[in-house]
């Protein structure tokens, strides 16, 4: 029964997350930026804009200048949910990558930094006023569902040492549409039905920064308006318009 | 009213007096009464937009949203993808000045994003409680004229995000909804109506820009004893395009002459246009593309007509942004013109050139009461470029100032280049129905020029915008300096240039004009 709920779950979930993204990114992709407004100073060639972004996305660039102590909880945050990301691969692939295992042990203890980074960015949100005056009831849950996430795989990993080989044989057998049975451990149902939540929830919310970063037009222009001409698609060309006439000449 | 007490107790602090960069507490409705006046409905008519509010505005308001999300890439993504972190929340100098928490980039942004979210995302038709989504009711319209007319689209608060959100584009967005239900800002509008009609923001017909500049040339004289030309509608190489201030007011017109002495030194054939006549580009201001291509259109046209080969534009912040970023988009390609030469150039580019290839002669010590620093105008920081290499925008200005005057300091780091503060008038919000919002607004900037002055000593700050120096000039004698304490970086160079054949020069060399003139040839 929960087998097949989670599984039903996980199928919808991934549909939701993968249609869902790639719609809103085709969204991003073909609505038009008309004139070239790259917050400079900028890159003046492809190849710079390039590092710019590696540096954006990489290291939080303008997060650094802006604010030391978002900057640390935020990297903290991200830069554990990727070993983490990398680290869970391993229940989705036989035999398991050696990229992989070698992440396994720093995947392992990012969930510590990872529930740490989240607790430190949810502190910021009831503290500072400023914060605070910003922040929405989905601002607050959705850092309250990572922490979940995280705490309840920590709680498996570490606590109540769940059946992960049995938790492998589900995924490998959504996969493959051979349902396995899903261990009923609690921590397993809840970590797994916050992670399905958060692929649900991906495509309709902020999570959208995670793909957006890549499209922002003031970071991804080169800053070449002098010497690009890029019309602006929905005005006619110079060639068919009217100029205004003089002043002192007759006037409509 | 206790919120007025609290924005006194927050504003008044010792270190709040002093720290440029200080950030004050949030009180709620701390500048909610700071209003503009609105447009009559004639001046609203005239750039294409309704005069009345139509009776299905909020359709009208909503469909517009619609149409500005599939035409503008930057105002689709940066409603979505805001993580909320709060890194902009201290950048806004409006928010520095005010503690209005309207006034945070974000919270700014939010005004829209929450309508945005109630009619186009699902979450926000579902559950708007949980997302903090609402509906566009007539109190939502007026909170979007204030707010969004407190903003001066500097893009401080982008260069910060960690997504490079810019709330100028939510803010011009907002601000073209505004007008498509004909509640469009009286500045604004009615300078874009005065540029179509007369071809300037001052309304200068051909006859008064003509007299202007034979004035100008009269007093270059006496002062020189040089006749140097500043030609209207001539046939030339060179079309200066300047901000009509230039024209008017001190100390605009003080970097005007400059500009002149500088072609006449190197012999440039240049004109003014009186149908081009100026650089100035409201209409992006309140972001309309059609509006801002018109006057676009005028540069164009004067190009043409009068067979000039490059374009150069005169000290202005947004002018510079309009001519760098949207020139050639909007009114382009300008193929007609000589491609050795970037269309349109900075006149600083060009003297910067001339001074680095040492064909001007400077006497820095015409300079040497003053101990100048440079504001970086947003628009030109943060929008633009000169010179070949990123940062140039910084560079090349102080270069000139440093090749012209011997006492120069910067203010504090964190108020400068690319983090520079604005002056508080930029952005349409130049009028003295906002002058709470300009002071305030202003106090960072003067709260770091201060810092300058007691560090250095410094007593005049130079600037490359018409809004800047027009808007400094009100604000400085709130704040102990004289209204005159603020310059054109082409009056520096006015100063100090010693033209050939001049009174200066003959002074300097120990001869009389006469014979120096002839020594030149």
Request: glycine share 8%; hydrophobic share 40%; net charge negative.
């Amino acid at each position: 029964m929960i087998t097949t709920l989670y599984a039903l779950l996980y199928y919808a979930a991934t549909v939701i997350f993968v249609v869902g993204i790639a719609y809103r990114v085709w969204g991003y992709w073909k609505t038009p930026q008309p004139a070239n407004i790259v917050t400079t100073p900028a890159p003046v060639t492809r190849t710079g804009v390039v590092w710019r972004m590696f540096k954006e996305v990489a290291f939080f660039e303008s997060l650094w200048k802006s604010n030391k102590w978002i900057w640390i909880f935020a990297m903290m945050f991200h830069l554990s949910l990727w070993l983490i990301i990398v680290r869970h691969l391993r229940y989705f692939i036989d035999p398991v990558w050696t990229v992989v295992v070698l992440a396994q042990p720093f995947g392992k203890y990012a969930g510590f930094f990872f529930v740490l980074g989240g607790l430190g960015l949810l502190f910021r949100r009831f503290v500072v006023a400023r914060v605070r005056y910003i922040s929405a009831p989905s601002d607050y849950l959705m850092i309250l569902m990572f922490i979940g996430i995280g705490l309840s795989g920590l709680m498996m990993t570490f606590v109540t040492k769940t059946d992960i080989v049995a938790v492998k044989a589900f995924f490998r057998g959504l996969m493959t549409f051979n349902w396995q049975p899903l261990p009923t451990d609690p921590f397993v149902l809840l970590h797994l039905g916050l992670v399905a939540l958060f692929l649900i929830v991906f495509p309709f919310s902020k999570l959208l920064h995670a793909p957006g970063v890549f499209f922002s037009p003031t970071r991804n222009m080169v800053d070449n308006p002098r010497e690009k001409f890029r019309p602006v698609p929905w005005l006619p060309p110079v060639s068919e318009v009217t100029f205004d006439p003089p002043h002192g000449s007759k006037q409509s | 009213m206790a919120e007025e007490e609290k924005v006194i107790e927050e504003l008044t602090t010792e270190e709040a007096l002093t720290d440029p960069l200080y950030v004050p507490e949030p009180v709620e409705g701390a500048t909610e009464h700071v209003r503009s006046f609105p447009a009559a409905p004639q001046f609203q008519e005239k750039l294409g937009y309704p005069g009345e509010r139509p009776d299905n505005w909020q359709e009208v308001a909503l469909a517009k949203m619609d149409e500005l999300r599939g035409k503008f890439r930057s105002f689709r993504l940066f409603l979505d993808i805001c993580v909320k972190c709060g890194a902009c929340t201290d950048k806004c100098h409006y928010y520095m000045g005010t503690a209005d928490p309207k006034n945070m980039p974000v919270a700014r942004q939010d005004l829209l994003r929450s309508v945005y979210r109630r009619y186009f995302t699902l979450p926000g038709k579902w559950f708007p409680d949980l997302v903090g989504a609402r509906e566009l009711t007539e109190e939502v319209l007026d909170e979007w004229y204030t707010y969004y007319f407190q903003c001066s689209e500097c893009r401080r608060c982008s260069v910060f995000c960690p997504y490079g959100i810019d709330t100028a584009e939510i803010t011009m967005a907002a601000r073209e909804i505004l007008d498509s239900v004909g509640y469009g800002m009286k500045y604004t509008n009615e300078i874009i109506g005065k540029v179509f009609d007369i071809g300037n923001n001052l309304g200068l017909p051909k006859p008064a820009l003509a007299s202007t500049l034979e004035d100008l040339e009269e007093e270059i004289e006496d002062d020189t004893g040089v006749k140097v030309r500043l030609p209207l509608d001539e046939p030339a190489d060179v079309l200066l395009v300047t901000p009509s201030a230039d024209f008017f007011a001190e100390p605009h017109i003080d970097g005007l002459i400059g500009y002149a002495k500088v072609f006449h030194a190197l012999g440039e054939k240049w004109t003014l246009s009186s149908y081009a006549s100026e650089a100035a580009n409201f209409a992006m201001f309140i972001g309309s593309y059609e509006n801002m291509r018109r006057i676009a259109l005028r540069i164009r046209k004067a190009a043409i007509d009068l067979g000039v080969k490059r374009i150069i534009i005169g000290e202005c912040g947004h002018a510079w942004r309009a001519a760098y970023q949207f020139l050639n988009t909007l009114a382009g390609p300008f193929d007609f013109l000589d491609p050795k030469y970037p269309v349109p150039q900075h006149i600083c580019e060009y003297t910067w050139e001339a001074i680095q290839a040492g064909k001007l002669r400077f006497n820095k010590e015409e300079n040497d009461f003053y101990k100048v620093t440079f504001h970086d105008s947003c628009n030109v920081a943060r929008a633009s470029r000169m010179g070949d290499y990123p940062g140039g925008q910084f560079d090349i200005p102080r270069n000139i100032i440093k090749a012209v005057c011997n006492n120069y300091y910067d203010m504090p780091e964190g108020t400068i280049r690319e983090a520079t503060l604005c002056c508080g008038g930029g952005g349409g919000l130049l009028t003295d129905d906002l002058m709470e919002i300009r002071k305030k607004g202003g106090s960072p900037r003067m709260k770091a020029l201060k810092q300058a002055t007691e560090e250095y000593g410094v007593n005049k700050m130079a600037a490359i915008c018409a809004i800047c120096k027009t808007q400094f000039s009100k604000i400085m004698p709130y704040y102990g300096y004289g209204m005159d304490d603020i310059m054109s970086v082409h009056q520096l160079v006015s100063n100090a240039i010693v033209l050939p054949g001049s009174e200066q020069e003959a002074e300097l060399d120990g001869t009389d004009g006469d014979e120096a003139a002839e020594a030149a040839e």
